[in-house]
């Protein structure tokens, strides 16, 4: 009797995993299926933006080639190294403003803590790109949307609302005790010597996080590349190259170049994650005992 | 305060710099020629290497051409639709001469972005263009710009599949080969409407007659194209599937332009042919397509600091010598009127089929600030087509809809 009750919880078991399993790999077919086929599309010989067929005919390397060699139209590299340029750059500069930000708010108290808290969730609620004429307009009033100035001005588009998006990291600093803090003092800490030598180190996957997003907006970003960069072609971004390639003029030579650019353009941010994510498991996890 | 501070500082610096700046330009303009700094915007392929940068040479030329200026050319990249964007939202920061589209030509007039052109050029322009193509360019009988090619679509073929009297008709060309037609395009569908007594704002031009594509002739038009779908030679084209059909012969026409003229050629050879719309039957009746037809011009920003030169450049950019570099190097058609007489421009089929469509199977595309209400309904009239929503049972209202929201704004 016994034997016979836990070979039909095991089968149950089975047949539950069995169930959670063919939907998982559904799910997972679904949402894996654009980009494996924008890779097989960036492998694709055919020319064209109409595919018959979801494997190519055949296969050729030339896609990708051809963003590096063919340059007097569309200068990928060039425009792959002034994203990267500009992404770094923003990447430091607004991961720096995030965390002091987000410190300051959850450690120091003082008057305009509150509102100042409040002010920011409502400017949040307003989308970035709703004042990119106004920006666009400092911007050139102040000189910077002539030739390589204009890296600098999306520099500062891209960092400078990064105070802003405090919220997250402030809840995180938010769990670490104030005890930890208290103690360092004691010991005769610097608040900044606080902040660098004990928060911080606690808070590794907040940072990885604050990295990842922060190095993401600028790669990502079209509109303010599109309203700053104007006619100054040498200094375009990867975004605006790639949806260059999908105008008329171009889609037909371009769309498999395109899904090569597509491809590329993910290997600097799988490569910040794939070197970031082992701190995700460390951080607090032991940090205060008892 | 401090910023107020620093505004003032930073301004004073700047200003410094001008006056130093501008102080050594007239320093060395007494020496001889006059210093002049143009900024040009064109397409990127005009001034890619491997297509003979042909803005750089023209610049160049014309430089040689007028030594009594010390021309400094500043180049930026802006193609011919973008251009309006880009000038209309700042001209102050905007190139000296551009290239446009004639479509958005009411946005930069409005933006006062875009210089009238008048007296002896005036004269050259109206001398070197058909009165057509001058219409493409005029508001108000104000020149606004210098057209250099034509902006319209026609029909590519394989010559092996349809013979020349073929294409003259669109149902004789259904019962040989297989024909592609981008459908559900609002540039492109309209053209069957067109061909049966449709109107849009009377002759184009005037915003208070309104869309005229009601009654029974746009009935008749809406029931040809459901049965256009249900025939199984013919094929909707949309996201690059006629050019894929091209590749792998499974269709034998498709329509376009001249943009897509040399992948066309690559996969045809010399088995390409080219022509203006062909003729479509309805009760019985031939009725001619007609495309949407505009321009690419000149223009000169009216806040430029160098009018005189700027509007010299534009008049060089788009003149005789400038139209047969551009058509050599690039393939851009050329619409100079003495040019065209030439006898290997006139020989060139893709010319002749551009120009004869120009001329005699489109109509100019209304540019009245209204048209933007046209677009979105035609579009969803083709998709409803394509999807079977819209059959010969409901089609009658269906145009009706489509009428009413074409001379509404959606709004009141």
Known sequence: ?290 | MIKKGAAAFLTGIITTTLVVAGLTGCGKSNMGAEHVRLMVWSPAEDQAKERGEWLQTMCNNFAEEHPEWNITFVYGVADEATATDQVSRDPEASADVFMYANDRITTLVEAKAVAKFGGKYKEIIESTNSPELLNSVKINDGIYGIPFTTNTWYMFYDKRVFSEDDVKSLDKMLEKGKVSFPLVNSWYLPSFYFGNGCTLFGDGTDESKGVDFEGQKAVDVTNYIIDLVANPNFKVDADGSGMAGLRNSSINAVFTGSWLANDIKEILGDNMGVTSLPTYKINGQEKQMYAYAGSKAVGVNSHSKYMEQAVELAVYLSGMDAQREHYRMRNVIPCNTKLLEEKDIASDALVKAQNDTFNNTSILQPFVPAMVNVWVPIENMGKGIRNKSVTHENAKEQTEAMNAAMNSNGIN
């Open chain 1, 1 to 290: 009797m016994v034997e016979k009750k836990l070979q039909s919880a095991s089968q149950k078991k089975m047949i539950n995993n069995i169930i959670v399993h063919i939907v998982l790999a559904i799910l997972a077919v679904i949402w894996l299926f654009p980009i494996f086929w924008v890779i097989m599309t960036s492998f694709r010989k055919e020319q064209g933006s109409y595919i018959s067929t979801f494997i190519p005919a055949a296969f050729t390397t030339k896609n990708y080639e051809r963003l590096f060699t063919n340059t007097t139209i569309l200068n990928f590299s060039q425009m792959f190294g002034n994203t990267l340029f500009i992404a770094i750059c923003s990447c430091i500069l607004s991961t720096f403003y995030v965390l002091a930000v987000s410190y300051c708010l959850s450690r120091i108290k003082f008057k305009l803590r509150k509102p100042y808290m409040n002010m920011a969730m409502v400017l949040g609620l307003f989308p970035g790109f709703m004042s990119m004429i106004a920006v666009y307009f400092i911007l050139k009033a102040m000189g910077l949307t002539e030739g390589s100035l204009i890296k600098l001005a999306l520099i500062l588009c891209y960092s400078g609302g990064a105070g802003l998006g405090f919220q997250i990291a402030k809840g995180f600093f938010d769990t670490i005790p104030l005890a930890i803090d208290e103690a360092a003092l004691l010991d005769g800490c610097t608040r900044w010597q606080i902040f660098s030598k004990i928060t911080l180190p606690l808070s590794k996957p907040i940072i990885v996080y604050t990295v990842l997003t922060s190095f993401m907006a600028p790669w990502l970003d079209f509109i303010f590349a599109k309203v700053i960069c104007r006619a100054n072609s040498d200094q375009y971004t990867i975004a605006i190259g790639l949806w260059k390639m999908l105008e008329k003029e171009y889609i037909d030579s371009w769309y498999t170049s395109f899904a090569a650019g597509a491809v590329l353009i993910s290997i600097p941010i799988a490569i910040l994650f794939l070197f970031m994510q082992r701190y995700y498991v460390d951080g607090v996890s032991g940090a205060v005992k008892g």
